[in-house]
């Protein structure tokens, strides 16, 4: 249900109010969108709230960054901001039950985002990327790690995030952390040991940050299980993402009383089929596990890791019916697939099944020091040291460049020439990578590498549109007689495998027991 009014703040007299949704004028709105406080509450210093905020630890802190907006969107032409913390009563559930479905189309139709990351002890901006452990390693701030901060991220027309003292665009930030990415290194345990815990790879904040990448159920999903949020609102996870999705996830309900499982439960039932074929697909859940609840099913916390640029907008799903069905107490998932294709395969084991290479065989990549200039960061990165993946995120960094080429260079012209970083970019734009998969085709994958060279059976769920290439899941028949189908792992193979029985249909097939 789309709520009639939103609460905005006006700029010239510091004044929260009320406003009728079809009369807003987007173009002169902008958003906040930053990290909140620990450690208390206070009341924020703006006229018309009457309920005290966790989000500022004092309301020296609220001013600051919102003087700061004040600063970039008023020479913009805007008249309000909308920041949650003061255009949501937080401690009114049934307000945001209203209001937190809307979010995602607030940052969509407004003008643009004001971003920030947590303000220091001293009250100031952090930079995107900055140095720890005796400046040995690096990461990004802590904006890039939360659940809300996904759909903040792909939504607005605008977004300008607030570094230090310097204003970056979304695609100077993407450059810069793509750059950067082979020296990034987590500071976080994986996997965490609690749910609502941040355990983000670089390449998961690089898929977020990329111009191509497109999301879908299974790879919010998958950017959702991985960042943090408050462990009073887990539930976040699945709410935080309705922005970025289409119909009909507009007809689930918000409601923080419900548990996690069951609203990860309600938003699977909505999903269209290419969804509910992705999520089963991608969902690497063990077949030890029976576990069925909705924090497992969903592949929450099993999701295979996607490419950043992924082809499946051309891909042929092989089903248009597949649902997910929701019975028994305590409740129970499993998916059904109508007029399934069940293959009989044989999938040759590739040779080289990791496709990462040793970090000798890798292009030399400049230093992390060199593009922190780039990106106006303040920090001493010098003794920085390469990550673990840092051949991968080298070979990922350069197929990432010469994908957005285009969109690319443009930033490196209004950049001064001669400065190591600009030119180093520069370079590499020219000469991309030589280290290419033939026709972007990855090598045979099997979740259970036992089982190559064997021929399984194979539930399609989807193919390249030539049918060069093809991705499902190895499926058995289950022992308990209920004619239900057992994921064993899942799977990609290209045309060249032998292919036993292809095209068996099933007009049924219920995966989960």
């Not at 987007?26 to 703006?46: A, M, N, S």
């Not at 596990?289 to 082809?311: F, Q, Y």
């Not at 010469?402 to 970083?421: D, I, V, Y």
């Amino acid at each position: 249900m789309v709520p009639n009014r939103i609460r905005l703040i006006r700029l010239k007299t510091r004044t929260v109010s009320w406003h009728a949704v079809d009369v807003i004028p987007w173009d002169k709105v902008w958003t906040i969108t930053h990290i909140w406080d620990t450690g208390g509450e206070t009341t924020i210093p703006l006229k018309g709230i009457s309920w005290m905020s966790t989000s500022f630890s004092s309301e020296n802190r609220f001013n600051v960054m919102f003087e700061k907006t004040c600063q970039l969107v008023e020479p913009r032409g805007a008249e309000y901001v909308w920041i949650d913390a003061a255009c949501i009563h937080q401690q009114s559930d049934d307000e945001k039950k209203e209001q937190v479905p809307f979010m995602g189309t607030i940052y969509s139709k407004s003008a643009g985002a004001i971003a920030f990351g947590t303000l220091s002890p001293k009250d100031r901006f952090v930079e995107i990327t900055s140095t720890y452990d005796d400046g040995r390693k690096a990461w990004v701030c802590d904006w890039f790690e939360r659940v809300w901060t996904f759909q903040e991220l792909q939504l607005p027309k605008v977004l300008l995030f607030v570094s230090g003292d310097h204003v970056l665009t979304r695609n100077e930030i993407y450059l810069s952390i793509l750059m950067m990415s082979p020296y990034l290194t987590s500071p976080h345990q994986s996997p965490p040991s609690r749910l609502n815990d941040p355990h983000l790879s670089i390449q998961d904040v690089v898929n977020a940050l990329s111009p191509l990448s497109r999301s879908n159920t299974q790879r919010a999903l998958m950017q959702t299980s991985r960042r943090g949020c408050s462990s009073c609102h887990v539930h976040d996870k699945v709410y935080g993402i309705l922005g970025v999705l289409a119909q009909p996830y507009s007809k689930l309900k918000v409601d923080y009383k419900t548990a996690l499982e069951q609203a990860l439960l309600d938003l699977m039932k909505l999903m269209p089929p290419n969804d509910v074929l992705d999520t089963l697909m991608f969902n690497t859940l063990p077949p030890v596990d029976k576990i069925h609840d909705g924090v497992h099913w969903s592949g929450m916390i099993m999701l295979d890791r996607p490419t950043e640029h992924p082809s499946y907008e051309t891909d042929i799903h092989h089903s248009t019916n597949a649902l997910v069905v929701v019975t028994g107490k305590p409740p129970r998932a499993t998916t059904v697939v109508y007029d399934a294709t069940l293959w009989e395969v044989v999938v040759t084991k590739p040779e080289n099944t990791h496709a990462d290479v040793s970090n000798t065989h890798v292009r030399a990549w400049p230093s992390i020091a060199a593009f922190s200039q780039y990106a106006k960061l303040t920090d001493d990165f010098s003794k920085v040291e390469r990550s673990a993946h840092y051949a991968s995120a080298v070979g990922r960094a350069e197929r990432s460049l010469a994908a957005n080429r285009t969109m690319l260079e443009p930033l490196l012209e209004k950049s001064t020439h001669g400065s190591g970083s600009v030119d180093d970019i520069s370079y590499i734009l020219q000469n991309p990578p030589s280290r290419t998969e033939p026709g972007g085709i990855p090598p045979n994958r099997l979740g259970d590498a036992s089982l190559f060279d064997q021929k399984v059976t194979m539930l399609v769920c989807r193919s390249k549109a030539d049918n060069s290439f093809h991705y499902g899941i190895v499926v058995m028949p289950s022992e308990d007689g209920t004619r239900t189908w057992h994921k064993v792992c899942t799977a990609a193979f290209s045309d060249s495998c032998v292919v036993a029985a292809k095209a068996r249909a099933e007009s049924k097939v219920v995966i989960g027991r």
